[in-house]
């Protein structure tokens, strides 16, 4: 309560940033601690909203981004715009769609015969489904974008951070852009049948079930690297409230209640992105500030 509070009245935390700083403000700060030329990251779902900001701070500070989109004309939007504004920035685009395992596969090759390296993954793509939706798979839709395609491409890309991390001495960071509403599952967590019953189907209940997966993937993998020794962290950012296209989609009695009254306090794209900030800062602060995984509710 007293962080939502916080939160909202945008009072900084203990890295000195509140939900009215900007991503540019925060990474003006570590800019000088990290070497952002050596660095690359790839995002997904960077074709808008907190992708596509996080893309524009980090490719600003000198980091090649490599956005990863299932729409790639609207990629080639963020793409001009970023280079308006940072001339000399390195922007690589490549089509992923995530709900598909196989389209995640054809990315990875790709990526892969690139032969970058690979230092920050954001796994930030996102959608939400109102209703029953399938994919390539048969997979409820949500789950299979939100968890399941992101967990494929971490699979996929992890031993190139490992190696990236071992090669240049920089520690990598995954980031999964989780949710707060990943505390709406209740104790019977994964329900598999509920979820896929056309009837009963309820897609906050979907969205949040991804969310959750997405957080422990976090915590699992994150035991995982430290067993191996990686110099790779792992950590759930939840991004704060942030009006962009997600939102759209999401509509139900309670949670259009819940925007509702959140519009009147919602940040807006240009204004600030609290939820870049907190992919940025993750990606960015030096790593004693973490442990090997958290979920970041505050800045
Ligand atoms: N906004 C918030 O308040 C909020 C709060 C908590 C968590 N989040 C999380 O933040 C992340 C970013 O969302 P956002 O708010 O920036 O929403 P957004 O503007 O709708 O961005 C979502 C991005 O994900 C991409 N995407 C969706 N399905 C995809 C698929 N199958 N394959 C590849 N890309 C796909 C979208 O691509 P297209 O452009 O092709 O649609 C878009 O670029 C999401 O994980 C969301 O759950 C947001």
């Known amino acids: 309560m007293k962080a939502t509070i916080r939160y909202l009245a945008g009072i900084a935390g203990p890295s000195g940033f509140g939900s009215n700083s900007t991503a540019e403000q925060v990474t003006q700060q570590y800019s000088s601690s990290m070497p952002p030329s050596h660095l690359t990251a790839l995002i997904t779902g960077a074709s808008s909203g907190i992708g596509a900001e996080t893309a524009r701070v980090l490719a600003m500070r000198g980091v090649r981004v490599v956005i990863g989109a299932r729409d790639l004309k609207k990629a080639m939007e ?77 699979e996929m890309l992890l031993e190139k951070m490992i190696e990236t991390a071992e090669k240049t001495g920089i520690q990598g960071r995954i980031i999964n852009v989780s949710s707060m509403i990943h505390g709406w599952v209740n104790r019977d967590a994964f329900l598999f049948n509920d979820m896929l019953n056309g009837t009963n189907y309820n897609g906050t209940r979907a969205y949040a079930h991804s969310k959750l997966a997405k957080l422990l993937h976090a915590k699992e993998m994150a035991k995982q690297l430290k067993a191996r020794n990686a110099n790779v962290t792992i950590n759930a950012v939840h991004p704060g409230i942030v009006k962009t296209g997600i939102m759209r989609a999401h509509k139900s009695l309670i949670t259009d209640s819940l925007f509702f009254i959140a519009s009147k306090l919602l940040k807006s794209i240009s204004q600030v992105f609290s939820g870049c900030i907190n992919g940025v800062l993750c990606c960015s602060e030096p790593t004693n500030r973490r442990s090997e995984w958290e979920i970041l509710l505050r800045l």
């Open 78 to 154: 963020v793409k001009e715009n970023i280079l308006k504004q940072s001339p000399n920035s390195e922007v690589v685009l490549l089509e992923i769609d995530l709900s598909s395992f196989a389209s995640v596969h054809r990315f990875c090759s790709e990526f892969l015969a690139l032969q970058l390296p690979l230092n920050i993954l954001i796994n930030n793509a996102g959608m939400f489904s109102p209703t029953l939706e399938f994919s390539e798979e048969k997979i409820e839709m949500t789950f299979a974008t939100n968890y399941l395609g992101h967990f494929l491409l971490t």
